[in-house]
């Protein structure tokens, strides 16, 4: 390393800062339109519901959930992730519904494939918003049992997959999901089906307002999702699922959260030079909306800032329930 400080007068580091256009030129990273990814809320109603705890965010019924994602495709948006909020009566122990093949979620790929090119479709793979209790997979002796849970996500996947989705996303952190779904999608001929697997996906406090979302269930007993899901203060963990999932057939690494967890970004690009995608989760988006609601920061630069800080720690992607903002922001600084 330089030692700056004894270089002083020759060296001034604000040279570099000091007019707009020679930032410009020193600027080590950029966000666009292409790095952005929309997560969309499906309902099973005939109209759009708001969400109270992500305000600005609604769980769209089909019809409007086309309309959205027409939206964010004309505005350069390269992809969406879709979430089904499941109605109560729809839930059971096992989460049944997600082996509907006329779900929600199936009906809205195969409509969204109908009426809009080129645009790249995500399915969550879990069985959160499906089972009574709340977690991603079924419940055994009060845990969550790992193999007849794959069992499930993969035929899961399997429907998704037949109704049109381009990319599956197991954000359910059991063990072998992604090998068991990449040798499905390989002895079904699905050759080019992308898995983006959640490999560093940690227990955190930021998902609140996605279950709120989603409708699922809070009473998720006292370790909550602590025994699939990562402990926030692992880092090498993350390596070890990152190499996992990727040895497994996985083709972009998803990690999440995001803002308290850019080292873990970083990390894993560095250490594996894989396609590396990042989201900023719902209780992100909502300290940060309540705060633009309040005056205490400026859409604009709130939203630029946080997402740039994504591309700067090494993120290719990010999800962000701010993604028809930033298009809209950056379409205008052009
Ligand atoms: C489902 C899932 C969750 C999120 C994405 N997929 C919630 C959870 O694991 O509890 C969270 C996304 C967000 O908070 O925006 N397994």
Known sequence: MHNYLSNFPLSRLRRVRSEEWIRQLVNES????????????????????????????????????????NAAKEIGIKAIAIFPEVPTEKKDANGSEALNDN????????????????????????LDPYTLSGHDGILEDGKV??????????????????AGCDIIAPSDMMDGRVKNIREMLEKNNYHNTLIMSYAAKYASCFYGPFRDAVSASTNLGQDKK?????????????LRET?????????????????????????VKETFNFPTFCYQVSGEYSMIKNSILSNIFEEKDIVIETL???????????????????????????
């Open 30 to 69: 950029n966000l666009s339109i292409n790095d952005l990814i929309l997560p969309i809320f499906i309902n099973y109603h005939k109209k759009s519901t708001k969400i109270d705890t992500m305000p600005g965010i609604s769980r769209y019924c089909l019809n409007d959930a086309i309309e959205v994602a």
């Open 103 to 126: 779900n929600i979620v199936c009906k809205a790929i195969r409509k969204i494939k109908e009426n809009i090119k080129n645009l790249g479709v995500i399915c969550d793979i879990a």
């Open 145 to 162: 049992n790992n193999d007849k849970t794959v069992e499930i996500l993969v035929k899961q996947a399997k429907l998704n997959v037949d």
């Open 226 to 238: 602590k025994s699939y899901q990562m402990q926030f203060g692992n880092s090498q963990e993350a």
């Open 243 to 267: 190499a996992l999932d990727i040895k497994e057939g996985a083709d972009i690494i998803l990690i999440k959260p995001g803002m308290s967890y850019l080292d873990i970004i970083k990390s």
């Open 308 to 334: 740039s800080c994504f591309k700067r720690a090494g993120a290719d992607a990010i999800l962000t329930y701010f993604a028809m903002d930033a298009a809209k922001i950056l379409t205008k600084q052009k």
